[in-house]
């Protein structure tokens, strides 16, 4: 991978942040953008320090991180309106009313597609990412989970099934749905992961589901004897990264679903990986943050951290990453290869 990872896991400043362990901070041209309570504020990613903050409205910004930066906006939710921030003093550039207060939002091309609505109905608007103008939208499944759009086909995991769709005019072009058996006791949830003509998702009851993209079946793995949820995937160079309840990290071949390695954690590993060169990375309900070799899976270095660490993301030689436990509001923490002369 091009991006470069630290050496070592260094505290080099924290803010408080609104976890979530499903998504990864959002870093973006030497800023990172965070939201705290009614507030979105973009910080130095040197430093820390605030740079801008914009309130918006009198409700809460949604409880996780800005959807994304794209082409110089910042795309945050707060009730049921998605705001476009200009990414450099946090002006507002457009509105836009959503169905619903959930949100899950991919861009392609200069294009929005923004997953949107209640637990009930649900829609994807495609938007123009510049103007904020809706060039189509269609009914969908309702459930919840980052959507991927490649070559003009969105794949999108809903709550029992994960389809690809027309990205044009949402037309189903194949269905996946989970065996009646399992339908009962899971659901598919967080991003599609999409690379290499696979499709990967994971699913509540701590599985990984491998498809073609033309819907066929490949793998699956599942954890025994206690199936929980686990991580999201994340795929780079044809190697799939996840984290389960067994408190394991495992490496699979992305077309067989042979198991590589795996690395035994502390506790439950749910927070979305990171890879960056030859390193993953990633946290969840134990206190750490593991850093482990791409090839082998062991661990290059680790730090501990409050309870339920979050999402990650690397760039710059910096990881970012929240943690929120039960006695703290959360944090962002900026770890990396810190200099002991400051």
């Known amino acids: 991978m091009e991006t470069d990872g630290p050496k070592t896991g260094g505290r080099l400043w924290k803010h408080p942040y609104q976890y979530s362990r499903d998504t990864a901070p959002v870093v973006s041209g030497g800023r990172v953008y965070v939201v705290h309570g009614k507030q979105v504020k973009a910080l130095n990613v040197a430093s820390g320090e605030v740079e801008w903050t914009m309130t918006l409205g009198d409700s809460e910004v949604a409880p996780a991180p800005p959807a994304a930066v794209v082409d110089g906006l910042v795309l945050v939710r707060t009730g049921t309106t998605l705001y476009a921030l200009a990414s450099g003093d946090g002006t507002v550039s457009w509105e836009y009313d959503l169905p619903g207060e959930q949100l899950a939002l991919t861009a392609a091309g200069g294009t929005l597609y923004v997953w949107t609505g209640t637990n009930t109905r649900s829609v994807i608007a495609v938007l123009d990412a510049g103007t904020g103008e809706q060039q189509a939208r269609f009914r969908t499944p309702a459930g919840w989970g980052q959507h991927a759009v490649v070559d003009g086909t969105i794949y999108a995991g809903f709550r029992d099934s994960i389809q690809a769709l027309d990205a044009a005019n949402g037309t189903r072009q194949w269905k996946y749905g989970l065996p ?13 992961a999409v690379a290499g003509g696979r499709v990967h998702m994971a699913d509540t009851a ?3 589901h491998t498809l073609s993209t033309d819907g066929a079946p490949k793998w699956r793995y599942e954890t025994e004897p206690e199936p929980r949820a686990g991580s999201v995937p994340a795929v780079a160079d044809g190697t799939v990264y996840a984290g389960f309840f067994d408190n394991k990290v495992r490496a699979f071949d992305a ?8 690395f035994w954690g502390w506790s439950i590993q749910t927070g979305a990986p990171a890879v960056a060169n030859e390193t993953v990375y990633i ?16 661990r290059r270095w680790e730090v501990s951290l409050p309870r339920n660490v979050g999402g990650a993301a690397v760039t710059d030689g910096q990881v970012y990453i929240g943690h929120k436990s039960s006695s703290e509001p ?3 923490y900026a770890l990396g290869n810190r200099d002991e002369s400051r």
């Open 206 to 208: 701590g599985r990984l």
């Open 330 to 332: 959360g944090w962002l």
């Open 180 to 192: 009646p058996a399992d339908a009962d006791e899971a659901e598919f949830f967080g991003r599609t």
């Open 283 to 298: 946290g969840g309900w134990d206190d750490m943050v593991y850093a482990l070799d791409r090839s082998t899976g062991k």
């Open 255 to 262: 077309e067989t679903g042979e198991e590589e390695w795996a």
